[in-house]
């Protein structure tokens, strides 16, 4: 099956499974962020299991399911987790949720993860605007063949944050009593978590943040001509700048700031719908 074929099925599972409802705003909660989906307006959810092509997710704290629901009086359509390439999935897989979303008629995209700080100035808590990203990962989801209904064989990738929707979210986190920081977010494939020589490697290079998803998602995202606002939550200092990472701490983290997170998310939904 072709990838346009396989994201046009699993699009269309995605509309039986939460219809009557057309969402316009799509979510990606990262590690730990799950919590927002929780809290939507009449719920439908649907396993990533029973969705065709999807795969699940065996990392704690990624629920794996799709949530559909109200949130700032608008529909929106969640992923309560996601895969990733560490887990050894391909790329067209980690980034098939993202895509069939879109082909069922998301508009925007907010993409969010739990990342490590590798600036000095970012504590954990802090949430921080994606401004670009370093792909250091050495694999790209559109290599292969490329399928012009799907998108251009060379997206341009010079915006593939929005400033409009950054400018907004700083707009709305100000209501809500927030202020973020905007910085470079470097993908590494993972799991294992960087070594303190990586990370002086990555601030000479000019990361501010590293994880181990998000860019392929946004890659694909701007290859489709949707917008994007990336937010990471900053859940640990990078190694070498504090103590002992742990799996643990990104998902404690995650939960102290849950109020704030979900706060600036129903916001930026209320303001970003089309």
């Not at 992923?79 to 067209?92: D, I, T």
């Not at 202020?179 to 990361?207: D, F, N, Q």
């Amino acid at each position: 099956m072709s990838v346009y074929d396989a994201v046009q099925e699993a699009a269309a599972a995605i509309v039986r499974a939460i219809a009557p409802r057309l969402p316009k705003v799509g979510l990606v909660l990262g590690s730990g962020l799950g919590a927002f989906a929780d809290g939507l307006e009449a719920p439908a959810a649907v396993a990533y299991k029973d969705i065709p092509g999807f795969a699940s997710s065996s990392v704690v704290g990624h629920a794996g399911q799709l949530v559909a629901g109200k949130s700032g009086g608008r529909e929106v359509l969640c992923m309560q987790g996601r895969v990733h390439a560490y887990e050894g999935h391909p790329l067209a897989q980690v980034v098939l949720p993202v895509r069939a979303m879109i082909a069922a008629g998301c508009k925007v995209l907010i993409i969010t993860n739990a990342a490590g700080g590798i600036r000095h100035d970012y504590n954990p808590g802090d949430l921080v605007l994606i401004a670009d990203h370093i792909n250091l990962s050495g694999d790209n989801p559109l290599i292969g063949e490329n399928d012009e209904r799907l998108g251009p064989r060379f997206p341009d990738m010079s915006t593939a944050y929005d400033p409009e929707l950054r400018m907004i979210a700083h707009q709305q986190a100000y209501a809500e009593g927030l202020v973020l920081k905007e910085g470079v977010y470097a993908w590494l494939k993972g799991p294992s978590y960087e070594t303190p020589a990586e990370i002086r490697m990555l601030r000479t290079m000019g990361a501010d943040l590293c994880g181990m998803s998000t860019a392929p998602e946004v890659i694909v995202a701007n290859h489709m001509g949707v917008r994007v606002l990336g937010i990471s939550c900053v859940t640990n200092k990078a190694a070498g700048l504090g103590g002992k990472l742990s799996h643990d701490e990104v998902k404690e983290t995650a939960e102290r700031v849950r109020p704030q997170f979900v706060g600036l998310l129903s916001r930026l939904c209320a303001t970003l719908a089309p």
